[in-house]
């Protein structure tokens, strides 16, 4: 289903790649994508249609070389791979050089490719997965074709069935979205409504338990483990625990949804009542009951992920007060309760809060305190109820 649903989504993208590679003896190609995990499935996807050949007969060929699939690239790496691009190919009629995530390369590292960019090897291909196309070396950028394969997994016909929540939580990952197809609509829709009985201090310590990379109780009965949902090899079967059913949904697509309804009961505490004083109370007793661990990696994962979902939720529904066009967007709850409840926001402070959010997204968490980035993040969300009701 993985590469029948990204060739009929993707065609365009799939075309003008076939059709670049074969006017041209050797090309330096990134492929720029939100999801990382999605430009590498397009590039595999391609790469089995050019050379009419499964994709593990390509990668574990003499003429193939994956970087970056397990860990970031080196400057050791960038060695291997000039001497890799000197040998001769045998097994397919390109040879390949795959450099996944190079946007998180060091300047050291760029600098060492610029040679291999500009000039690669007669019958060489090299593609880049790239996530933030501004993070790249100027003279990176200017050595390399630029491809853009926006998140469209979710606007397929299959996906017609599922819930429009479960639609938002896929619409940025691939792997969300890969996921999604091997669930039953059914379960999906009964996860979502349970989730969403549950109380805002409830969402919150089920959240945090997946952050700790624990199962909530509650969730056992949905959950199975990663592998088992994505297509990847399945490892030799277990007698399963009574309650969880055969076919489920692995626990970072259920974190997922945990997190979204967290963030919908959130905002619309906020501007029901006017403040989150829930939420407050929950991170204080939180911060002084277990300090210790909740300043560790823990912390950090629950910050990320909440408040990038959050901002997620807040840019969908400022985007659709302006344009009123909010029945075409994949989650549609809040934004219906944005409208009809006339909520309005002050456009300046809410670009002001989403400028500092972006920015946090593109930086490692750790190095900010834990109670300083939620304090801005109640902060900026306060702002706007404060604001609203001013005007």
Not at 226 to 240: F, Y
Request: glycine letters at 4%; a negative charge; one cysteine or more.
């Amino acid at each position: 289903m993985g590469n029948s649903l990204i060739a009929e989504r993707y065609a365009d993208t799939l075309a003008f790649l076939e059709k670049t590679c074969r006017s041209l003896d050797s090309l330096s190609v990134a492929l720029r994508c939100d999801d990382p995990y999605l430009a590498f499935l397009i590039l595999q996807t391609f790469l089995e249609r050019f050379e009419a050949r499964s994709w593990e007969k390509i990668r574990n060929s003499n003429d193939c070389m994956i970087l970056g699939e397990e860990e970031s690239i080196k400057i050791d790496d960038v060695r291997s791979v000039f001497h890799f691009s000197a040998l001769k190919g045998s097994d397919c009629s390109r040879k390949y050089i795959v450099f996944q995530r190079l946007d998180e390369l060091n300047v050291y590292a760029e600098n060492g490719l610029l040679k291999l960019f500009e000039e690669p090897p007669a019958k060489s291909c090299l593609f880049a997965t790239v996530s933030s196309w501004e993070r790249l070396l100027p003279t990176v950028r200017s050595r390399m074709l630029k491809i853009e394969a926006p998140v469209r997994l979710h606007e397929a016909a299959c996906f017609g069935a599922i819930p429009p929540e479960w639609r938002w939580v896929s619409k940025r990952r691939a792997r969300f979205a890969l996921a999604m197809l091997n669930a039953n609509p059914d379960q999906l829709n009964e996860i979502l409504e349970f989730t969403r009985s549950l109380s805002l201090t409830e969402l919150l310590e089920n959240y945090a338990a997946f952050c700790q990379e624990k199962t909530p109780i509650v969730f056992e009965r949905y959950f199975k483990p990663l592998k088992n949902t994505l297509g990847e090899e399945r490892p030799a079967p277990s007698p399963e625990p009574d309650g969880i059913p055969e076919k489920g949904i692995n626990a970072f697509v259920l974190k997922e949804m945990v997190a979204l309804i967290l963030s919908e009961k959130t905002l619309v505490s906020l501007f029901e009542e006017g403040h989150l004083q829930p939420l407050q109370d929950w991170v204080f007793r939180q911060m002084t009951q277990s300090k210790k661990q909740w300043t560790t990696k823990h912390w950090t994962a629950f910050l990320k992920g909440f408040g990038k979902t959050v901002w997620s939720l807040f840019y969908d529904c400022y985007r659709h007060e302006i344009s009123m066009d909010w029945e075409k967007i994949g989650y549609p709850a809040l934004n219906r309760y944005w409208l009809q409840s006339e909520t309005k926001v002050s456009v300046p402070k809410l670009i002001a809060w989403m400028e500092w959010m972006s920015q946090m997204e593109d930086k490692e968490w750790v190095v900010y305190h834990p109670e300083l980035s939620l304090d801005r993040l109640i902060e900026g969300l306060e702002a706007t109820q404060t604001l609203q009701k001013k005007l």
